[in-house]
């Protein structure tokens, strides 16, 4: 079973407009809006692959039961944190040929006393359903740096059997644990801007990320650098690997980076080997590009893209 942890998802508006200017009056004609943030999305593309995740999410509010009236229509399984505050917003605007525009709000604000209410719900619900994957998706809201890291020190500390740990966040949060954590996730999927901020470095290709990583190997054991158009650069197991995605007409990429996770879990659970994980996390991220919707990853689609993922050891 895998657990999806998102503690601090969002109500999604997303706008397709051919023509969108600052400072006047835009009138689109229609909007998606759906129940997301980042593990939402991720739970979502879990579910077109064909495995059902349990989503762990705060939610709060007259936005929270918007939230969570949409998440019915899920094939993954909610389970909610209540709190006080407003469950945030989100809007995402495509347009004038592809630029993404994006306006998100902060979000409520995680204290110390939640904070080890959500620790202590994670794992009873670990427990409960014998979880042996656990995704952390996306930001959270808190003036405590070591959030994150404390989250993974408490489970490798509570958890006996052996779980897969994933993360996917980025800024302060993968600083810590990439730099400054005594224990570690197993997989990141920073993408090349992240991980530029991450190392302290800015780089723009992917032969800097290959130069970097042959001097500077990761310690996290699965990391994918995700380059856009260019592809990726994986280091897993200490070895690199080039990754060229499939040619697609671009529709939206919002998600793209949370159905990758999705790809890498559905790999893990099945006990893939380490090119296969990135075939089917490369495939299940680009099906996502070729969607309208945030989170999608048709399983029909993904089949037919993994044979057009190309990697090349290093």
Known sequence: MVLIITLNPSIDLLYFEKNFSLGVHNRFQNSIIMAAGKGINCARALSYLGTKATALSLVGGLSGEFFKKHLEQESFYPRYIPIDAETRHSITIMHNDNIHTEIVETGPKVDAPLK??????????????????????????????????????????????????????????????FNHATEQPDFIKPNLNEF????????????????????????????????????????????????????????????????????????????????????????????????????VARREIVDKLLSQVMIEKI
């Open 196 to 295: 530029s901020e991450l190392i302290g470095q800015n780089l723009t290709s992917k032969e800097q990320v290959i130069d970097y990583l042959r001097k500077h190997p990761s310690p996290i054991p699965y990391t994918f650098v995700s380059c856009g158009e260019q592809g990726a650069i994986a280091q897993f197991n200490n070895q690199l690997y080039n990754v060229t995605a499939p040619t697609i007409d671009l529709v939206n990429p919002t998600g793209s980076g949370d159905s990758t996770v999705a790809g890498a879990i559905y790999a893990f659970q099945h006990n893939m080997a380490d090119e296969d994980i990135i075939r089917y996390a490369t495939a299940s991220g680009t099906a996502n590009a070729m969607e309208n919707g945030v989170g």
């Open 116 to 177: 080890q209410e959500i620790f202590d719900t994670i794992l009873k619900t670990i427990i409960e359903q014998n979880i042996h994957i656990v995704s952390i998706n996306g930001s959270v809201h808190t003036d405590d740096s070591n959030f994150y890291n404390d989250l993974i020190q408490f489970l490798r500390s509570n958890i006996s059997k052996p779980i897969k740990i994933l993360a996917d966040f980025s800024r302060a949060s993968l600083d810590q644990i």
